[in-house]
């Protein structure tokens, strides 16, 4: 099929949220697509569009995600701003990312995936480990915070919201000991200067599709689907499709405390997953492997069996 490619008088317009890192993930679908097509920078328009989850007062105030919403205060917006073709694609953090696309929307592009593991940042230890007990742990993720407090129960682990650049200046000004960040968003934009150690994954099961780009269509816009096709990449694709089959099956929303990283050897995928009480007291994991081509049956088979283990009633949301 021939399209017709954007040009800088009728560029494609890329949405996308305005952080710093979000920027940078636009830039990087600008760039890929320009090499892909050799096309200048100016036949594509960078859209900044502000989510709810982007509102200054909310992110002050620290209020926690599932106090406002879920995974789609970070896609609401942009979502709404494509099916009225405002835009005509959008570029997501996955793991920001909700299991399901609205109608008319769909989701088959993954750049190639970043560091999966997430950061340790502060100014005074390397690692968890090294903190003195009662410390204050700056975090916004209900899954870090789950993973925290059922490995250190006696750390004092508070909110921690906003994007990068506020968590590093909440962290300079004394408002936790330390805090922790996806190695992925740091490495996008260069962050060398920032005092961060990795956290290896066998330590803190990163959250599923953690450091993954997504970019997201129209599924009636046959020149996107070409465009994304040439910059698509099949082993994050195939990674990912485990991965968000596995939550899933659990539940997706911010709500819930999960883990899951699906990792390729050769032919073979291999799923972790776990699954944990908001409180930190309880947690459950385990693992699976098999063909890549079976990575959706997989990630619903380990789901199932972190449930049955885990028994009814572990997460208050399940079954409501």
């Not at 696309?101 to 750049?111: E, H, I, S, T, V």
């Not at 090294?130 to 410390?135: H, M, R, V």
């Not at 099956?249 to 291999?270: H, K, N, Q, V, Y």
Request: with cysteine; net charge negative; glycine share 8%.
């Amino acid at each position: 099929m021939t399209i017709d490619l954007p040009t800088p008088d009728q560029p494609l317009n890329i949405g996308t949220r305005g952080s710093p890192l979000a920027l940078a993930q636009a830039y990087e679908t600008r760039e890929r697509l320009s090499k892909a097509f050799d096309l200048p920078f100016e036949a594509f328009n960078i859209v900044v569009i502000k989510t709810t989850g982007d509102d200054r007062t909310l992110i002050d105030a620290d209020r926690p995600l599932k106090e406002i919403g879920n995974k789609g205060l970070f896609t609401k917006e942009i979502e709404e701003a494509m099916l009225e073709g405002r835009i005509d694609i959008a570029v997501h953090s996955m793991k920001d990312m909700p299991v399901a696309q609205p109608a008319g929307l769909m989701l088959d592009c993954y750049l190639p995936r970043e560091d999966v593991r997430d950061a340790f940042i502060s100014h005074n230890v390397t690692q968890i480990a090294d903190l003195p007990s009662g410390a204050i742990v700056g975090t916004s993720s209900l899954r870090r915070r789950a993973q925290l407090m059922n490995r250190r129960p006696d750390l004092n682990v508070v909110e921690f919201r906003g994007n990068l650049q506020t968590r590093l200046k909440k962290l300079e000004d004394g408002v936790a000991s330390c805090t922790f960040l996806a190695m992925a968003g740091l490495n996008r934009l260069k962050m060398d200067e920032v005092p961060k150690t990795a956290i290896e994954t066998a330590d803190m099961l990163p959250a599923v599709a953690q450091g993954a780009i997504g970019i997201e269509r129209r599924v009636d816009d046959p020149r996107a689907a070409e465009m994304l096709a040439a910059i698509h990449d099949t082993p994050t694709g195939q990674r990912l499709a485990a991965e968000r089959a596995f939550l899933a099956a659990l539940d997706g929303s911010c709500e819930t405390p999960i883990a899951g990283l699906a990792e390729l050897d050769g032919g073979t995928l291999r799923l972790r997953g776990e699954v944990l009480r908001p409180d930190g007291s309880d947690a459950h994991t385990d693992e699976i492997s098999g063909a890549i081509a079976d990575g959706v049956s997989m990630g619903q088979a380990l789901a199932r069996t972190l449930l049955d283990r885990a028994g009814p009633g572990f997460f208050d949301w399940h079954g409501k």
